[in-house]
Nanobody, 121 residues
Framework: QVQLVESGGGSVQAGGSLRLSCAASEYTYLGWFRQAPGKEREGVAAIYVGDGATTYADSARGRFTISQNNAKNTVYLQMNSLKLEDTAVYYC??????????????????WGRGTQVTVSS
């Protein structure tokens, strides 16, 4: 059983930054997803533990950075230039195996409980 614990959510003004952390007991791929009220879950970014290869959604590319600290088994999502539309509950998800589509939630087996990110004007 893979354990995932997210932290780092909070409230920030538009244009500000937040860093989310996901402490994972193990993973081969780890992704960050988000879900806003009334909207479908969206893949934001993902990382492969092997070589650190990353994948980003168009909405995140250039503003968000996913990274990993293998010594700490922790994956970070640095979010800069936050927009109102980034408001959502953010979840990290893990797969023990290689995935073909890193931003598809169906590729992941294990999910954290989520952390709220609220961006205000």
């Amino acid at each position: 059983q893979v354990q995932l614990v997210e932290s780092g959510g909070g409230s920030v003004q538009a244009g500000g930054s937040l860093r989310l952390s996901c402490a994972a007991s193990e993973y081969t791929y780890l992704g960050w997803f988000r879900q806003a009220p009334g909207k479908e879950r969206e893949g934001v970014a993902a990382i492969y533990v092997g070589d650190g290869a990353t994948t980003y959604a168009d909405s995140a590319r250039g503003r968000f950075t996913i990274s990993q600290n293998n010594a700490k088994n922790t994956v970070y999502l640095q979010m800069n230039s936050l927009k109102l539309e980034d408001t959502a509950v953010y979840y990290c998800a893990a797969s023990r195996f290689l995935v073909n589509y890193p931003l598809q939630g169906s590729q992941y087996t294990y999910w954290g409980r989520g952390t709220q990110v609220t961006v205000s004007s």
